[in-house]
Structure formats: C-alpha cells, structure tokens
C-alpha cells in the first residue's frame, strides 16, 4: 500500500473486505432485482429501492479506491495516492445527500398533496393476491444479508482503518430499520391509513440524508487535513500521544509535539523536537524518524524537525493539555 507493506494480520483483513464487497454488491443486485419486481405504487418501497441502488456506491468506491492506493509515491504524487480513498468517500457521502434530499422532498409533497397510494393485486395460479404481501415478504427476506456482511466490515474496518469501510458497515447496519420503515407503510396502506406510506418514505429518506451528511462531512474534513481521527471520527487518534511520548524518551530530546493527518489509510507525521542541545546530529534525527515508523504500520511518512519552540498547533506529549480537543 503506496511505500508500506501490509502486517500479516492487515493482509488477511484486506483480503476479506475485498470479498465482502464483492458479495455485497452481488447481493444489492439481487435485492434491487427482486424490489424492482414487486414496487408497484408504494412510495415507500420506491425509495427503499433508490436506497439499495445508493448503497452500492461505498463499495465501488471502495474497490476502485484500492486500484490507486496500491500505486508508490513519486515525482508528480509526492505523497502517494491515499486521499483517492477519502475522495471515494466525499463521492458517496454527496450522492447520498442529493438523492436522499430529494426523496424527502417527493415524500413530503405527497404528504400534503393527499396522494392516495394504490397497491393491485396479482393473479398467481389461478389465485388473486394483494401484491403487498409480495412486498412484505421480499423486504423481509432481503433484510437477512445487511445484518451479517454490516457487521463483518464493522469488525474490518478498524484492523484497516479504513472509514469507506466503516461507513459502509454502519449504514448496512442501520438497514433493518428502512426495510421495517417500508413494511409499516405497505401495510398502512392494506389497512387503510394512506399516510403511512408517505411517512414511512419520509422517514427512510432522512436517513439517507443523515448518512449522506455524516459521511460528506467527515470526507471533506479529512481532505482539508483535520488533526488525525479514529475510523469512526469518535475522538482524535491515539497514535498522536503515542508519537510524542515515544520521541521525548529519547535521551537528546528535552520535548516533543506532534501533527498528524490521515491520508487515506495511512499517516503523514510531523515530529516537532526542542533537543537538549544545539548541535543534534543526523544519527539521532534518523533515530527518531526510525523509531516512530516502528510504532504502526499506519505512519507512511514521518518528518523529524528540530525547533528551539513547539508550535501551538501541535500535540505535545503526555496528557492532552491543549483546549482545541473537542
């Protein structure tokens, strides 16, 4: 991965997310297929299906995302390709905020407009059959296949650190409650209560458009180089304090900040050191720069810099002192 060789236990992680998103995508074909056969007039179901196409964009990001990463640095990237992962991101996290906003606004129209919603029926041998039980009973089959391949990625993703990943675990998690949302509002309609396919369309595209928000501004706030952050944004990483402790045990180094961002899946470190003395020779720096690289396979490039001062903007060493960590 660009100039870093993969730990064994990050290479078998690799290999397994690379096959679950190659099953994933084949499942959401198959479940858009299987909704396309039955959606009839039911705004609900519609959007539950826009909802299943949108889902296949993090994992063809995520797949077309590895093509690059893969590549080393060099004279025209500099710092390798890592950021075509968070633009993937940005791609995903906007696509879910465009279409999820409008499947609001089509929902809420229909809301105030009255749209009485209209579900056939179907004749099947002979038989007259309401076509939603037809819906019911795929969204209800369909929602198996999130609940296993969600939370395999969601145990994948910090072995990676990878937020494309995470992202995707997280919304096929939260899926069960869009096919729930879309099953009330087929049967709303069976029973009468109109509205309540309205609704349920209503509240399935808002959380499109809560994921599209998160995911869009977790992207963009990678790619304009937010101190570095745990794969689910929680809290700043911990690697940061391990960095500057790790330098100030060195015997020439009186104290020591430091300024990380995230690449992709990867670390761009700065190491600002006030040595003991003036005269710091190029063994130590190299030293220094070594034993940081050593700490996690995530530190791509690391920049060891002797200052008299730390900068404000900084991590110092030991307990986090600084107001700016919320």
Do not use: C
């Amino acid at each position: 991965m660009g100039r870093t060789d993969l730990p064994s236990t990050q290479q078998q992680a690799l290999r397994s997310a690379i096959r679950w998103e190659w099953f994933t995508i084949g499942y959401s074909i198959v479940t858009i297929g299987l909704i396309a056969l039955v959606v009839g007039g039911s705004q609900a179901m519609k959007t539950a299906w826009i909802e299943d196409m949108l889902s296949l964009i993090p994992q063809i990001s995520f797949l077309v995302a590895l093509l690059f990463i893969r590549r080393p640095p060099s004279r025209a990237f500099p710092f390798g390709l890592h950021r075509v992962m968070g633009v993937g991101h940005l791609v995903a996290g906007v696509a879910l905020l465009a279409v999820g906003g409008n499947l609001a606004y089509e929902a809420i129209s229909g809301l105030i407009r009255s749209e009485h919603p209209s579900i056939g029926t179907v004749v099947v041998f002979g038989q007259t059959i309401w076509l939603g039980w037809f819906m019911v009973t795929v969204m209800t089959v369909t929602v198996i296949g999130p609940f296993f391949y969600g939370h395999a990625k969601a145990k994948l993703a910090p072995k990676l650190h990878n937020k494309v990943l995470y992202a995707d675990a997280d919304m096929a998690k939260a899926d069960w409650t869009s096919t729930a949302a879309s099953i009330v509002g087929v049967l709303g309609v069976g029973v009468g209560l109109w509205w309540l396919d309205g609704a349920a369309a209503l509240f399935i595209s808002i959380g499109i458009v809560w994921d599209g928000w998160r995911n869009s501004r977790a992207a963009v706030l990678d790619l304009i180089d937010q101190r570095a952050r745990t794969e689910d944004d929680a809290r700043p990483h911990p690697l940061i304090t391990r960095i500057a402790n790790r330098v100030e045990e060195l015997p020439w180094v009186r104290e020591a900040a430091v300024r990380m961002r995230d690449m992709g899946q990867v670390f761009h470190v700065e190491v600002f050191v006030v040595p003991t003395h003036d005269d710091v020779r190029l063994g130590e720096i190299e030293a220094a720069r070594e034993a940081v690289a050593a700490l996690d396979w995530k530190v791509q490039d690391v920049v060891v810099i002797p200052t008299s001062t730390l900068p404000d903007e900084a991590e110092p060493a030991g307990e986090r002192r600084s107001h700016r960590d919320a």
